[in-house]
Every structure is written in structure tokens, then in C-alpha cells.
């Protein structure tokens, strides 16, 4: 399988909403989300759902993603095969996170830290197990290592079994690609990879 890895601009969005629209979630997954969760302070989140009028929460959850993808704040990877987007992985500076995320976990650490936060995967369920998502974070770690970034994070939850729908990605995914374990928070390891 030829796997082709592409960083997520406003010009990919068709692709982006065509792959969580049509692929992602094929399986029955639990999770119904555009990733956008991640990206919104406590504040946004407010701002952005209790003010939503007529669009239901997914409508909402899209609208957010689209300005999350045309703003720029929204950062990842998607994969792809024969041209149609079968994977994503969100990655971003920890500085683009917010310091009171809407969500229990903050990746936030300040601009002169350097760090790059892996906080998702989400990879069609035909392609699961074939490689997409080392692909994704090996595309990642490059990409940072050449931006002058110091350090890259994973924050893989805490199993002691295997889990189909584990958006975090697993330890051994990780692991795999140079990470170790340098905590434990809240039933997650902070997986740390240092880039000079």
C-alpha cells in the first residue's frame, strides 16, 4: 500500500470532511466528533454550542472544524491512498492548544518550549493495522525535528488490553518510534521523543 502523508491546510478541507464524514466512523466507532474538541477553550466551547440556534451539536462540532482548518489552528496530517484520505493524525505546536481546554486535558505548554503535542488518530477501518498511523506520527516527528522543534508528546491511555477505538494511539505505537514514558496523569502516559 502506497501511503501518502499530507499536512492539513484549508485547501484539503473537502478531503478532511469527506474522510470523518464517510470513512472514520464506518465501524460503529463510539466517537462521532471533526477533532475539533481539542482546539477549543473552555470559553469557545461556551461560546461556540450554547449559541448554536438551529444546527444540532455535529452540525456545530463541523462548523467549528471549518474554522478551525481556515484559521490555521486546527494542524495534523492526513494519509492518504490513491488519493482518497483514510487517515488522520492531529499534532500541533502545545503553544496552539489552550491553556483551559473544554476537554479534561491540557497539551498547553508556552511558545519558547518547542514542544509538539500527538493528541489523535483516527484511521479508516479497512486500513487499521497496516501502518497509517506510524506513517502519520513518523511524518510528524520529521516534519518537527526540520521546524527546530525540541520535543514531541503523545498521551496514549492507560490499557491492559488491546482497544479498536483508542484515538490516542497505543503505548507500542509509540514506543516503536523512538518515544519513552516519562509520566503518568489521569490514566494516560506522557510519551516524550526529544528532536535535538
Known sequence: MNITIK?????LA???FDFFENRAFTDDSP???YCQ???????????TFENAGDLDAGQMSRKAAEQQIESNSLRGYLAFVDGLAIGWCNVNDKANY????CIGTSFYA???KREKAVVCFEI????RGQGVATALLLQAIDD??????LAIEGFPTIRDERFEWDYTGPVRLYEKTGFKAVAEKDGYIVMRKELQ
Open 7 to 11: 499536512p492539513l491546510a484549508p485547501d
Open 14 to 16: 473537502v478531503d478532511y
Open 31 to 33: 466517537y462521532r466528533c
Open 37 to 47: 474538541m481539542f482546539q477549543l477553550s473552555k470559553e469557545q466551547f461556551k461560546s
Open 98 to 101: 489552550p491553556i483551559d481546554p
Open 110 to 112: 508556552p511558545t519558547e
Open 124 to 127: 479508516a477501518p479497512g486500513f
Open 144 to 149: 518537527a525535528k526540520a521546524e527546530g522543534y
